[in-house]
Nanobody, 121 residues
Framework: QVQLVESGGGLVQPGGSLRLSCAHS???????MGWYRQSPGTQRELVAV????????SYADAVKGRFTISRDPAKNMVYLQMNSLKPEDTAVYYC???????????????WGQGTQVTVSS
């Protein structure tokens, strides 16, 4: 199974920045790689995603212009750079990969364990 490990969460003041990292095990291909978040009492929501093929990125309206998703395939890493953080960005952030370990294996949709981001003064 594809394995994901997130890191980089923490407590930051409003207006600050954090970079989340997601280390994933080796994959031969992917359909999407993305970051989601969930606050208490709410549903998990998409924050940002990279689509395979053209490498197109998409963002939730709430984070456009402030967050940037990127990946480093040589290091098997996916990142989420978060700038100008707001209290409403407080949530558990999850990495998600939809891909294959090898060409002959089934496609998997895998979630990381989540990392807490708290924006507060």
């Amino acid at each position: 199974q594809v394995q994901l490990v997130e890191s980089g969460g923490g407590l930051v003041q409003p207006g600050g920045s954090l970079r989340l990292s997601c280390a994933h095990s080796a994959i031969s291909s992917f359909r999407t790689m993305g970051w989601y978040r969930q606050s208490p009492g709410t549903q998990r929501e998409l924050v940002a995603v990279i689509t395979s093929g053209d490498g197109r990125t998409s963002y939730a309206d709430a984070v456009k212009g402030r967050f940037t998703i990127s990946r480093d395939p040589a290091k098997n890493m996916v990142y989420l750079q978060m700038n100008s953080l707001k209290p409403e960005d407080t949530a558990v952030y999850y990495c998600n990969v939809d891909g294959r370990r090898a060409a002959w294996t089934a496609r998997e949709n895998v979630w990381g364990q989540g990392t807490q981001v708290t924006v507060s003064s």
